[in-house]
């Protein structure tokens, strides 16, 4: 069984600036992928950023980046120069086997 | 198509009805999968298919959710006997391989049970 925990329910960043979002995770699979998905209201599910497991190098897209802590099961999101666009639900995704397990997700506000 | 497809967008039901929901996922993706999301929460996985094969149902909440993919392409999910507690948005995601590499995501229904 796999479970997600993202223990920030609300974030608040100004715009241009650092925001970092937090994630835990537990898997009993030593093969997996990490993910962060962006959810607007348009309910379009969107994928922001993926980090293979069996890299230890940190992924990075853009303004977005991680930093994976696997033996401590962690996973932050952090957005860089935070724009008007990134306001939307973040979602902290692992995926072992078949199945995507979601957190519980992380509301993004950004203040112009 | 560019992507995952889901109609209708949106869909009211009287409790008793029966629903289907369709998803066409992107051209020649070999995964398909459909998760529910209740209000403010994470979607939660309800079934997966490999082409037409439904390998995973394990996460359907009861018998009166069917969901079947008979050609390998188009996907329909079918809640009979409505309940309130159904009331949900339902995401079809596909991916192109066996795995999760990515999974690319429809906009979703809105189920309203009433």
């Known amino acids: 069984a796999q479970t997600v925990t993202q223990s920030q329910p609300e974030m608040s960043v100004q715009e241009a600036e650092t925001v970092t979002l937090s994630c835990t995770y537990d898997?009993?699979?030593?093969?997996?992928?990490l993910f962060w998905y962006k959810q607007p209201p348009s309910r379009q599910m969107i994928l922001v950023i993926r980090q293979e497991a069996y890299k230890q190098q940190n992924a990075t897209e853009n303004r977005f980046s991680v930093n994976f802590q696997k033996a401590a099961k962690s996973f932050s999101l952090k957005i860089s120069d935070s724009q008007l666009g990134d306001a939307a639900m973040y979602f902290c995704?692992?995926?072992?086997?078949?199945?995507?397990?979601f957190g519980g997700g992380t509301r993004l506000m950004v203040k112009p | 198509g560019a992507g995952v497809s889901q109609s209708p967008r949106y869909k009211v039901a009287k409790r008793g009805q029966d629903v289907a929901l369709r998803c066409d996922p992107i051209?020649?993706?070999?995964?398909l999968f459909w998760y529910q999301q209740a209000l403010g929460q994470g979607p939660e996985f309800l079934t997966y298919f490999q082409n037409e094969a439904q390998l995973d149902k394990s996460g359907l909440p009861s018998d009166r959710f069917f969901a079947e993919r008979p050609e390998g392409s188009v996907s329909t999910l079918k809640i009979q006997r409505t309940q309130q507690e159904d009331s949900a948005v339902y995401l079809c995601?596909?991916?192109?391989?066996?795995?999760?590499?990515?999974?690319?995501f429809g906009q979703g229904t809105r189920l309203t049970v009433v």
């Open positions: 051209s020649g993706h070999v995964s």
């Open positions: 898997t009993s699979e030593s093969d997996y992928y």
């Open positions: 995704v692992s995926n072992a086997g078949n199945m995507l397990t």
């Open positions: 995601a596909s991916s192109r391989d066996r795995g999760y590499t990515e999974a690319f």
